[in-house]
């Protein structure tokens, strides 16, 4: 994303990366790698590393007990703006192949890319993108393609390919896997679709505090209003907040909403001026932890649809 925090990271990070791929590469040659970093004793399953947990949750559905399935990113992380460590760097190079969202989400994650030889897939490729409309951002590709179930289908299937290309001897059941998962992913989106359907034509708009929603919004007719375009700041200025709130009044939008990985302050602030509900958290870049309210991807979009429609209806 061409933002002055995220070239600003990338700036700081390239000299460390090329210099902690090195020593990485070295001891992968001296013996370490195979099996990948922080494997267990006797696993030598190889390990594909996502840089996120919603794709690490959708390749492990994918994957099944044939190969070890890791995230970059832990539970509840914030992605955009990640700033790789010496470990990340590590186990990157020692992985047997790497899957990243593309659409530009993971700038800080393409000197991996670079600098580490492990074969690599983008599995967003062949998804009709959204473009950002708003703020520096405008013309960009709204990255959050997989907060639709129906580009979903085609992470998977992308998702699919890698492992069958990595692993040809089980291809067959990544297939089978793919072809299970991707059934529950219509039933999900049909059961949002139906859910986000039932609410009436002048609450039908949705705020939030990132730009994320996008795909979800064209899947479900709603409108989309947002403070920020992307989670780069992850700070509202005061006309932010101001655009958000005539937007709020002018819609008469009965609730609003934040996402998990930022602060709801802004929000809230919108919600008080306004008159509306503090309608709930959302999830978008990341799962939450085992026990927590999603952690997998399918739960995600369940939570998310589930909370827009309490929220705006008033049941909250």
């Known amino acids: 994303m061409p933002n002055s925090r995220i070239r600003g990271t990338e700036a700081r990070v390239r ?76 186990r990157a190079a020692e992985a047997d192949l790497v899957l990243d969202n593309g659409l530009g989400l993971e700038a800080w994650f393409e000197q991996f890319v670079e600098e580490v030889e492990v074969p690599h897939a983008v599995v967003s490729e062949g998804v009709e993108d959204l473009p950002i409309t708003e703020d520096a951002y405008a013309g960009l590709a709204n990255p959050h393609a997989w907060m639709s179930p129906l580009n979903a289908e085609i992470y998977v299937a992308n998702i699919a390919e890698a492992l069958s290309e ?59 209003q947002y403070l920020w375009a992307v989670n780069a700041e992850q700070q509202a200025t005061p006309q932010q907040v101001a ?39 959302l999830y978008v870049d990341s799962l939450s932890e085992e026990g927590g309210p999603v952690p997998t991807y399918l739960d995600l979009l369940r939570h998310d649809a589930e909370t827009i429609v309490e929220g705006l209806k008033g049941s909250a």
């Open 243 to 281: 655009d958000v709130i005539e937007f709020v009044e002018r819609n008469d939008v009965p609730a609003v909403f934040c996402e998990s990985t930022v602060s709801d302050e802004p929000m809230r602030q919108v919600a008080e001026s306004t008159g509306a509900r503090f309608g709930g958290t």
């Open 166 to 224: 990595l692993d040809p001897a089980h291809a067959e059941d990544y297939a089978r896997n793919a072809e299970a998962y991707t059934a529950e992913l219509r039933q999900v989106r049909d059961e949002l679709v139906a859910e986000l359907e039932t609410l009436p034509e002048n609450q039908r708009a949705l705020v939030t505090c990132e730009g994320a929603f996008s795909y979800l919004a064209r899947d479900a007719g709603l409108q989309e």
């Open 15 to 90: 000299p460390l990366l090329a210099a902690l791929v090195a020593g990485a590469s070295a001891l992968a040659l001296g013996g370490c790698g195979g099996s990948g970093a922080g494997a267990a004793p006797g696993d030598d399953r190889p390990v594909v590393l996502t840089t996120f947990t919603v794709l690490a949750d959708m390749t492990r559905n994918v994957a099944g007990e044939h190969l070890r399935v890791e995230s970059i990113t832990k539970a509840g992380a914030e992605i955009h703006g990640y700033e790789p460590t010496p470990s990340d760097v590590r």
